[in-house]
């Protein structure tokens, strides 16, 4: 993928972020508009455009990606209150960057999980 992608940009050092944590082969930097006191981005470095993509082709670097969000959120100091961890997917999803990323939302009171009944 590489130069089409945003994230894999970030990967390569060609766009900034602000990084909280990185492992080798994943990432995590602050999402660039935050809807959440904490708002952190974590990804595998590899590209895959959605989590859907990503567990099947790699599911030992899915749960890495879970690991390293779980790891943002204790030093966050999510863990006490808790957290909200969230994988826009396609068009229905909402997702605009197709390098699968996790949402990491904290810091206050989240509200419902979704922002109205579609049920
Ligand atoms: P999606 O809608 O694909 O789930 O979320 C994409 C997220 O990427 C959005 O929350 C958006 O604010 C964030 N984002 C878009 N461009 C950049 C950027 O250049 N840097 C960072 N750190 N975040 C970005
Ligand atoms: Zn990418």
């Known amino acids: 993928m590489g130069s ?11 766009i900034p972020a602000t ?3 990185e492992t080798p082969r994943t990432l995590a930097f602050r999402d660039i508009a935050p809807k959440a006191p904490v708002h952190v981005l974590v990804i595998p470095k590899e590209h895959y455009a959605d989590v859907a993509t990503l ?3 790699d599911p030992a670097l899915a749960g890495e990606v879970l ?3 779980a790891a943002v959120a204790e030093d966050e100091g999510l863990l006490g ?4 961890l969230m ?3 396609g068009a229905y999803g909402g997702q ?3 390098h699968v990323h996790a949402h990491l939302f904290g ?5 419902p999980m979704l922002a109205g009944d579609l049920a």
């Open 67 to 69: 690991a390293t969000a």
């Open 107 to 111: 810091g206050a009171p989240l509200g």
């Open 87 to 89: 994988f826009n997917t």
């Open 55 to 57: 567990a099947e082709g």
């Open 19 to 21: 990084v909280v944590r």
């Open 96 to 98: 605009e960057v197709f």
């Open 81 to 84: 209150d808790g957290f909200r």
């Open 4 to 14: 089409d992608c945003l994230f894999c940009r970030i990967v390569a050092g060609e």
